[in-house]
């Protein structure tokens, strides 16, 4: 099992950055996948960037503004998020896959004012 913490959310300007941070409550230097996704309202929750065995995904829509990023010494995953537009509004979530079982962070708001 696994906690996260998601942090680092709030309200921006289009084109501001924010990053985002999980703190996970074990060691994640052996967790893969890991990732971020984010949920709207009135909208499915969708994949924005996932690190699966060193291999980065990103979503079309935050290519070239978004880095996800881990820390394993720090047990911490991280969202840069740059350029940020009105579309980018959501909770963001961290999500981890260990073995079979899925875990996801409480979620964070963000907010992009035009």
């Known amino acids: 099992q696994v906690q996260l913490v998601e942090s680092g959310g709030g309200l921006v300007q289009a084109g501001g950055s924010l990053r985002l941070s999980c703190a996970a409550s074990?060691?994640?230097?052996?967790?893969?996948?890991m990732g971020w996704y984010r949920q709207a309202p009135g909208k499915q929750r969708e994949l924005v960037a996932q690190?699966?065995?060193?291999?980065?995904n990103y979503a079309d829509s935050v290519k070239g503004r978004f880095t996800i990023s881990r820390d394993n010494a720090k047990n911490t995953v991280y969202l840069q998020m740059n350029s940020l537009k009105p579309e980018d509004t959501a909770v963001y979530y961290c999500?981890?896959?260990?073995?079979?079982?899925?875990?996801w962070g409480q979620g964070t708001q963000v907010t992009v004012s035009s």
């Open positions: 690190i699966i065995s060193g291999i980065i």
């Open positions: 074990r060691s994640i230097s052996t967790i893969r996948p």
């Open positions: 999500n981890v896959v260990i073995r079979a079982d899925t875990y």
